[in-house]
């Protein structure tokens, strides 16, 4: 899943892909192998500004229409649009989105209305309030969750319940745990590891753990700097069973993918070396 951000304010891209450099960067993440592309108008960066309907829709026009061509014309390719307001998902999903990506875990149940009148899928990330509210990504209390994997769960499945009661079917909503939304390194790691676990929700896993500051755990860098922290973690997530995984570096992640499968399990391969102390 590749990311298209058409914003000024990004935590990492930040202005490098609006305007016309927006459909040159879309074209280079369906080159490099992208099966659905997923374009923002409205930075989730902590203490970021809301972003009007208005002003979403004007940012993001250009990049969903030329996305939606490129998809008319392929079978493989789908377009997810990164928005939490009902009127921006209306008009994208007539535009010709297939997906509605919120990151606010449903704070309006009008968004699971009008996804479900369209026939399209909305991927529910877990969140804890505003993005505006937030201190930072992995700025949050150790003790904000008793258990964070049995608390994400449970506060998730309250906004499935509540899709599903605005018409949402089920098979139709995935699963994102929110990596560094209201969640510390700490907590994001703990999610990671764990990852498996959320198979309890029988639903498709979505992970977004490209170049965010849980990564820093291991040796704090700037975001241009945590290429190999995504590749990692991207690994492992598709090992513990995520269906998508969102990133900015679609070429690079995807080859370690690939060559991570060519490879195959190993972990009970033989050879001269297996026995070594």
Not at 111 to 119: E, G, I, M
Not at 140 to 168: F, K, T
Not at 255 to 274: F, H, I, K, W, Y
């Amino acid at each position: 899943m590749g990311v298209l951000n058409v914003t000024p304010d990004s935590f990492y891209d930040g202005g490098c892909h609006v305007g016309e450099r927006a459909e040159s960067h879309l074209k280079s993440l369906v080159a490099a192998g992208a099966l659905v592309i997923d374009i923002g108008g409205e930075s989730t960066r902590p203490g970021a500004a809301v972003v009007t309907a208005k002003e979403q829709l004007e940012r993001i026009e250009p990049a969903v229409r030329a996305a939606a061509s490129l998809a008319e014309r392929s079978s493989k390719l789908w377009l997810s649009v990164d928005t939490a307001d009902p009127e921006v998902a209306e008009r994208v999903l007539g535009w010709g989105a297939h997906i509605i990506n919120d990151v606010s875990c449903l704070a309006q149940t009008d968004l699971a209305r009008v996804v479900s009148r369209a026939a399209a899928s909305l991927i529910l990330m877990h969140a804890r309030g505003k993005m505006a509210d937030m201190a930072g990504f992995s700025h949050y209390p150790d003790h904000g969750y008793v258990d964070v994997v049995d608390d994400v769960i449970r506060e998730w499945n309250v906004a499935r319940e509540l899709a599903i009661q605005a018409g949402m079917p089920a098979r139709d909503i995935l699963f994102d745990p929110g990596i560094g939304f209201a969640k510390n390194a700490q907590h994001s790691l703990e999610i990671l590891r764990r990852l498996s676990h959320f198979s309890v929700l029988a639903t498709p896993v979505v992970l977004g753990p490209s170049r965010k500051s849980f990564l820093n755990r291991v040796k704090p860098v700037p975001p241009d700097q945590r290429l190999g922290g995504t590749v990692a973690a991207c690994l492992y997530a598709a090992e513990q069973g995520a269906m998508l995984l969102r990133v900015h570096d679609v070429q690079v992640v995807r080859q370690a993918l690939m060559t991570r499968r060519v490879l195959g399990d190993s972990s009970n391969a033989e050879g001269p070396c297996s026995k070594a102390s």
